[in-house]
């Protein structure tokens, strides 16, 4: 026969257990065993097995459904659902239990901040194992899509234009009313008109009641689907997106930390995203590196100033454009006389402080200085001199832009692309994640903490095995649980 054919009717044994139904080294032991050793009280998750009425599902049970799920890139809760029915190692992980799509949805809504603890749990197990030390912890942010469209949002501008719409509509509505009513003729439609009058009218208060909260809340914009998103623009267009933001180790490049904030960029992050990787591991770091999209001095100097090494390029430094000639860079500043020299030699002195851009201004002593020059046109144009800004922060920035060039820097940031980059990758292309399933920060922080605690597993048995990291649960679930608790 040319091919290999399969048959319906050949009669097997199949496994008399559903402990069976999967071999001792086969994943899905893992995420039982580390879900086993979560400390549930820690979690918020409260068992009681005394309570009355129709009894629930097992919590520990659903747990470990949503995070062997989330793992293989299964988050639907009807995905869930058909899994437990058809898909073996589903099946073993939750012991033959079918619950349906609406108790699993149900479930992880109400478990939204139990999720996001799940990874500092995971967290504390990877440094019992000695993968996260926590000395250099890298940070980097990405869009992900809400679960909301983009058609949903609503500016001022619209709201205006909208409401200005109703109210020709709602008179034409009225007029239409009152000619029917004189003419007393037309019941059936009166009633038609007057049922399309309320329906515009409710829609008129909807619409004021957004254009309210715009002007309560000072945004440009509002999801009416999922309030906490934000549009902002990625490689894949304009969209409503959450900005998730991950801290990884330096030592193995796993996840310490994630928040997902409702900011369109990266500014103002860098420290607060630290802090909290910090808090999680219980110490402080002592090198902490992102991308130029991070680069706000006043925010850097929060974790600069106490003795941290921070690299991070500033945003021209990341460019890679060339120092011209007559940049800044190449006017050198005497602090004593607090001047700059040009590199003709003449003298720019102090001149105003410019509040708005936290910085000092400097020009020409005198004008007629620049205009004589022989580079007058390309260094400035105007005729009242070359101006310099210096920043309130400049000394803080010339030191960030020497750690980043040097050569521990430059080892450092190398880094980055490999320890806090991969994971997003992981996230995205492998698990297919492209937009959250839940809505509101506390939904979106809950997912985001399971997708991160289903990198760290996937991880850890790369770099341990199945068989080290399994050994390694079972036997030390108790002292695992009493570390969550204190």
């Known amino acids: 026969m040319a091919y290999i054919l399969g048959d319906r009717q050949t009669r097997t044994f199949f496994p008399l257990s559903v402990e069976e139904y999967v071999s001792e080294s086969d994943p899905v032991r893992v995420y039982d065993a580390f879900v086993e050793n979560l400390e549930m009280k820690g979690l918020g998750i409260i068992i009681n097995d005394s309570q009355v009425g129709a009894p629930p599902y097992d919590p520990v049970t659903m747990l470990k459904l949503l995070v062997y799920g989330y793992s293989y890139g299964v988050r639907s809760s009807r995905k869930l659902e058909r899994a437990c029915h058809h898909n073996l190692s589903f099946i073993w992980l939750v012991g033959g239990l079918k619950p349906d799509y609406k108790t699993i949805s149900e479930f992880r809504r109400n478990n939204r901040k139990s999720l996001k603890k799940v990874l500092n749990q995971c967290g504390r197990l990877c440094m019992k194992l000695g993968l996260i030390d926590g000395n250099v912890l890298f940070v980097d942010g990405s869009k992900i899509r809400a679960n909301a469209s983009l058609d949903n949002s609503w500016s001022q ?92 180790d330096g ?174 990758g992981y996230i995205k292309k492998d698990l297919g994640v492209d937009h959250f399933l839940l809505r509101g920060l506390e939904g979106v922080n809950g997912e985001m903490g399971l997708l991160a605690t289903s990198f760290n597993l996937k991880r850890m048995m790369n770099l341990l095995g199945i068989s080290a990291l399994l050994d390694f649960l079972r036997g030390n679930r108790t002292a695992l649980n009493e570390e969550c608790r204190a």
Not at 335 to 358: H, M, Q, S, T, W
């Open 157 to 248: 501008e619209r709201c205006e234009k909208y409401l200005e719409k109703l109210d020709e509509k709602i008179e034409e509505l009225l007029s239409a009313c009152d000619q029917i009513d004189k003419s007393e003729e037309g019941e059936l439609s009166l009633v038609k008109l007057r049922e399309e009058l309320l329906g515009k009218e409710k829609l008129q208060k909807k619409v004021k009641g957004i254009l309210a909260e715009l002007e309560e809340r000072e945004v440009k914009s509002l999801n009416i689907v999922d309030r906490e998103s934000v549009n902002s623009k990625g490689r894949q267009g304009t969209h409503a997106n959450y900005n998730a933001q991950v801290v990884a």
């Open 251 to 424: 030592k193995a490049g796993l996840i310490v930390n994630t928040d997902v904030i409702s900011q369109s960029n990266d500014t103002n992050q860098f420290s607060g995203q630290i802090k909290k990787a910090e808090a999680a591991l219980g110490k402080e770091t002592d090198t902490a590196c992102s991308d130029a999209g991070f680069w706000q001095l006043d925010d850097l100097e929060k974790i600069s100033s106490r003795g941290t090494q921070v690299v991070v390029p500033s945003r021209k430094q990341a460019s890679h454009k060339d120092i011209g000639r007559f940049d800044k860079e190449n006017f050198k500043y005497e602090e004593e006389a607090d001047e700059y020299v040009c590199p003709e030699g003449n003298r720019l002195r102090f001149n105003r402080i410019v509040e708005k851009d936290r910085c000092r201004e400097y020009i020409m002593k005198s004008s007629k200085m620049c205009r004589k020059c022989k580079h007058y046109g390309e260094c400035t144009k105007s005729r009242l001199g070359r101006r310099i800004n210096r920043l309130f922060t400049e000394e803080l920035k010339n030191k960030l832009e020497k750690v980043y060039v040097s050569e521990e820097g430059q080892r450092i940031y190398r880094m980055r692309k490999a320890r806090v980059e991969l994971p997003f």
